[in-house]
């Protein structure tokens, strides 16, 4: 599993709906994480915090409004895309929806591929890098499509590990990273890797934003992480 697979959680009480939206955005290249309620989606998000969710309105015990509400009211996972699905087509029940957190609102029956696109456009906002969106810090340019970084208009090596950090740097300039968090994002969740094996690679991506001059970009936060910028 690739670590710059993006995640998406899909919380559905409705196992064929969420088997076909399963299939259909892994068939684009997510990674599917899937609920069939409120409380398993909300473990979820606690032991593998999704980039995007897919939410459910009607679900039976724990609602897919109360799940949004909670997980809006926490500084750990406010800033996780919600898309509210729901079978409820009136201007307040959207209206409600909205007020409640959610970032989008989708009326069943829908067009998977319409779907597919607004997780998309969600996606633009909090990872962009994973939809080939071009990204710029001062002068450096990474192309998330074309798997190319330059410099002051001059092109440089980075290898794949580097890529992906520089990215991830990129995505929210100035955020302090862990190397915890940093291992999860850049390695994968499922791979053990020696946090130690962190160092060496942001070692390589400075001297790579470097080698042809500049002053380098990466702030070491002592006890807490790395950042850029």
Not at 39 to 55: M, S
Not at 162 to 175: C, D, H, I, N, W
Request: hydrophobic share 40%; with cysteine.
């Amino acid at each position: 599993m690739s670590a710059d697979q993006p995640t998406v959680l899909v919380v559905e009480d409705e196992l064929a709906q969420r088997e076909v939206l399963a299939y259909n955005l892994e068939a684009d290249g997510f990674r599917v994480l899937r609920a069939e309620n409120g409380e398993e989606a909300l473990l979820l998000v606690e032991e593998d915090t999704p980039d995007i969710i897919v939410l459910d309105w009607m679900m039976p015990n724990l609602s897919g409004i109360e799940v949004c509400r909670r997980l809006k009211s926490r500084t750990e996972t406010r800033n996780i895309p919600i898309i509210m699905l729901s079978a409820r087509s009136e201007e307040v029940d959207k209206v409600r929806g909205l007020e409640t957190g959610a970032d989008d609102y989708v009326v069943k029956p829908y067009s998977v591929v319409e779907l597919m696109a607004r997780v998309r456009t969600q996606l633009r906002r909090v990872r962009p890098s994973t939809v080939g969106v071009r990204l710029e810090f001062d002068d450096i340019v990474l192309d998330a499509e074309t798997h190319k970084v330059s410099r002051a208009d001059t092109q440089l090596k980075l290898g794949p590990t580097e890529f992906r950090l520089l990215s991830t740097f990129m995505e929210k300039p100035g955020r302090v990273w862990s190397r915890e968090q940093l291992l999860d994002r850049v390695w994968g969740r499922d791979i053990y890797v020696d946090t130690r094996t962190v160092d060496v690679h942001i070692g390589r991506l400075r001297k790579a934003l470097t080698q042809h001059g500049g002053s380098d970009p990466v702030r070491t936060v002592r006890g807490a992480g790395y950042a850029l910028g």
